[in-house]
């Protein structure tokens, strides 16, 4: 668990693993994105199935935030689903709910972080670098054959090495 003082005050920012009673904020934060398409829908059967790949971010017990790591392969992961409502926004967050999955894909020993994404200067500010999304087939053959933006995609592919 990661533990963070709030720059809006004392209020303390705990960054932790999910569990199945987050199901419901999760999918919620989730439609919130997902309606505004700039985020894949889950549903909660998903949401239950893949708990164990979500973090949570709180501020005093309040959901804030959440953020998810999906392996594609022995030496690729993605980073899903970060989210963050108004409470949680502008407070450095998103970059503890990053760093948490960062340090998961390293306990995993997993070379490479990955993410599509609409937010590119957040993920450089965090040690990404921009790439072509053609270097990862398995993430095309994973979700984008789903994807109803699958033929005219506009979404930025970041990496991270891990060393």
């Known amino acids: 668990m990661i ?4 720059p809006a005050g004392d209020a303390q920012v705990i960054c932790r693993n999910a569990v199945v009673e987050d199901v419901e904020p999760l999918y919620l934060m989730i439609e919130e994105y997902a309606q505004r398409g700039i985020m894949l829908p889950r549903s909660r059967q998903a949401l ?19 953020g998810s790591l ?8 993605e980073i899903r689903s970060i989210g963050l409502n108004d409470e ?3 407070k450095g ?13 390293r306990n995993q020993k997993i070379p490479k972080v990955m993410a599509l994404t609409y937010a590119v200067d957040f993920f450089l500010r965090n040690g990404f670098e921009v790439v072509e999304k053609e270097i990862f087939p398995e993430k095309v ?7 109803k933006k699958q033929h005219a995609c506009d979404e930025i592919a970041v990496l991270k090495m891990l060393n």
């Open 3 to 6: 533990r963070h003082s709030s």
């Open 48 to 66: 239950t199935r893949q708990i164990d790949q979500f973090v949570i971010a709180e501020i005093e017990g309040r959901f804030v935030g959440c």
């Open 70 to 77: 999906f392996k594609l392969g022995s030496d690729l992961v």
């Open 88 to 90: 949680g926004k502008g």
């Open 93 to 105: 967050i998103g970059s503890m709910i990053l760093a948490k999955l960062v340090e998961e894909a």
């Open 141 to 147: 053959w994973t979700d984008c054959v789903n994807c």
